[in-house]
């Protein structure tokens, strides 16, 4: 099971970005699939998850409304969308899979939850 995240890099405040996870060595579509981050001195944080609550999505409350989380199952690909973004977002950003939760509760966004993790990729907010 490998995961890896790509598509980070330096972006203006308010300006968007996309990263892509793809997937090798298993079907994306039978996991949970997490976007987390770690800022510098903060702890790591799930920032959307898909298959994930209730089977469906979900998102931490701070960024549902700037961030969207896809899949392309045909390309065992998942993607995090980010707009607006503020150097508040800066982060590095890490794609993880682990199982799936038909619960509606919001245990999908526990990064302990996660059983396997790519490298991440560097997002820097900055004018």
């Known amino acids: 099971v490998q995961l890896q995240a790509s598509g980070g890099g330096l972006v203006q405040p308010g300006n968007s970005l996309r990263l892509s996870c793809e997937a090798s060595g298993f079907n994306l579509d039978d996991y949970g699939i997490a976007w987390l981050r770690q800022a510098p001195g903060k702890e790591r944080e799930a920032v959307a998850c898909?298959?994930?609550?209730?089977?469906?999505?979900d998102y931490a409350d701070s960024l549902k409304d700037r961030f969207t989380i896809s899949r392309d199952n045909a390309k065992n690909m998942v993607y995090l969308q980010m707009n607006s973004l503020t150097p508040e977002d800066t982060a590095v950003y890490y794609c993880?899979?682990?199982?799936?939760?038909?619960?509606?509760?919001?245990?999908?966004?526990?990064?302990?939850?996660?059983?396997?993790w790519g490298k991440g990729t560097l997002v820097t907010v900055s004018s």
């Open positions: 898909i298959k994930c609550r209730g089977g469906g999505e």
């Open positions: 993880a899979a682990g199982p799936p939760n038909y619960f509606t509760d919001s245990a999908g966004l526990r990064p302990s939850r996660y059983d396997y």
